[in-house]
């Protein structure tokens, strides 16, 4: 435990030194009753994993709504929305 402090650059007295004694132990408890849990080896399981995505395709026609833009916007350039130069 003194190492432990040591490391950590603490100083301890040993109340405190007794307190995380047990704090430790019941830590070091716990990971062995983990350890010791069974597990299934998962790497050995056999799961499909299948993509489901849609198709690569146009979500609308292009260029079906570039006139109705275009008609709303304050200044337009050969198709495109004219804008202020910011740089």
Not at 15 to 33: C, F, P, R, S, T
Not at 72 to 87: A, F, H, T
């Amino acid at each position: 435990m003194e190492k432990l402090a040591e490391l950590a650059r603490i100083e301890i007295n040993d109340e405190e030194k007794n307190e995380l004694l047990g704090d430790l132990q019941a830590i070091l408890g716990y990971v062995e009753q983990v350890n010791k849990a069974s597990t299934v080896n998962q790497v050995n399981q056999a799961i499909e994993h299948v993509n489901i995505m849609r198709e690569d395709k146009e979500p609308h026609e292009t260029g079906i709504y570039t006139d109705k833009i275009l008609a709303e916007v304050p200044e337009s350039q050969d198709g495109y929305v004219k804008v202020k130069k910011i740089l």
